[in-house]
């Protein structure tokens, strides 16, 4: 009996202390394993931490990226490029002398109307005018009067500074007129005022003029053989390429003409350079902007002349 009863001792006993040593056990474990999670929650907390930081990076990146962006963006629409600024340098038309030779590449071609300039005339233009082309009279004004600066081609195709004055009434056909010629690269000889060529009087120098072969219009003066008033001194006609559109008379039934460097330019239908007939494109122009050609008068015939009243 003492045995049995020792036997069951031991089995309860053992069996505490299974009990207690599971107990034990499972509370060491549940300690583990709460340090465990909170280990993980700590490093869950720590990436997620981790990740707000990359998040709050990349906005930032995103942003920087775009305002760099934004920045390149300004940066090409407002500084011109090389081509640009060299192309898009606008001439100091009034101030450049009548035939200074232009650089083709300072031209802007896309803006050719900034080329072809009216101005009331300036007073340094009327200092040069006054007593020769201009002078006191009852028939044009200065204030009537425009001065024209503008580009043309000269004979050996170098663009060139010209000049020009004209009546105000006629300033958009002119302006219109050479724009075209210059696109088309018409050569024009010279374009300066009659004044550079002064000589005593009107007709002198418009004689000197034409054997500069000079281009001009605004000259008062009265018409070639006298008498009446021509339309130049309105500012109303101008010549172009005299020496190759020479003043030709018939009055005496055979052509007669008054200047030598003329010679090769009577047999209108030679094709020699430079000469105004009705395939001409100055002629073309000229007649669709309403002006009558010389050149169509019986006698004279007057080929460099445009004149519209
Ligand atoms: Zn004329």
Redesign the pocket.
Known sequence: MKNKKDKMTVIIISTLLLVVIGFIVTIVLCAQSNKKISELTSDYNVLKTEVEELKVYKEKLETGNSAQAKTAEIQNSETPDESETVTASALDMVNIPAGTIIEGEKIDSENLSQYFCSYEIPEDVITRISGKSYRENDDIGLDELRYLKLLHYNFSGQIQMGELIVNAAVVDDILEIFQQLYQNQYQIESMYLVDNYWIENGEKTDTNSIEHNNTSAFCYREQTGGGVL???ALGR???INPQQNP?VSFSSGSPYWYHDNADAYIDRESGALHMITHDDLCYQLFIQHGFKW?GDWTSPK?Y??F?KE
Do not use: L
Request: a negative charge; zero cysteines.
């Open positions: 021509s339309n130049h006609a101008i010549d003043y010389g007057d460099q002349h004149e």
